[in-house]
């Protein structure tokens, strides 16, 4: 810890937390429930990154964790989720294809600091 009483922040102890779905969709209620459990996802601070891909920075591995137990919390009765967890720098070295272009290396932290 430092002086301050924080621990240092790494890119090997900050996480990104990416949770990937296949719910079903077929009737109106299936539709209802999936489209509830993507608002829920952006109620807990994440945002989509394609349509059944959400991502969120946690500051820690412990708040990772955090976060993937509050998604479990949320899940629909039928589906398939899959909370994935990244260092900073994993995500660091990830290439982003749109079309045939290739864009930048994602940022490593969000634009805008959460502090609570």
């Known amino acids: 810890m430092s002086e301050n009483g924080f621990k240092q922040l790494s890119g090997y ?10 719910l079903p969709v077929l009737t109106s209620a299936e539709r209802k429930r999936a489209t509830r459990f993507r608002n829920d996802l952006l109620d807990l601070g ?12 946690a500051w820690s591995k412990e708040k990772a964790e955090a976060y993937a137990r509050q ?3 949320l899940v629909p009765e039928a589906g398939h989720v899959q909370v994935l967890f990244f260092t900073d720098k994993q995500y ?9 272009r290739r864009s930048k290396a994602p940022a490593g932290k969000p634009e805008q600091l959460l502090l609570f």
């Open 13 to 22: 102890r900050i996480m990104w937390v990416w949770v990937l779905f296949d």
């Open 46 to 57: 994440f945002e989509m990154v394609q349509f059944s891909v959400y991502l969120r920075h």
């Open 71 to 73: 998604v479990g919390d």
């Open 92 to 100: 660091a070295l990830s290439q982003v294809f749109r079309g045939k």
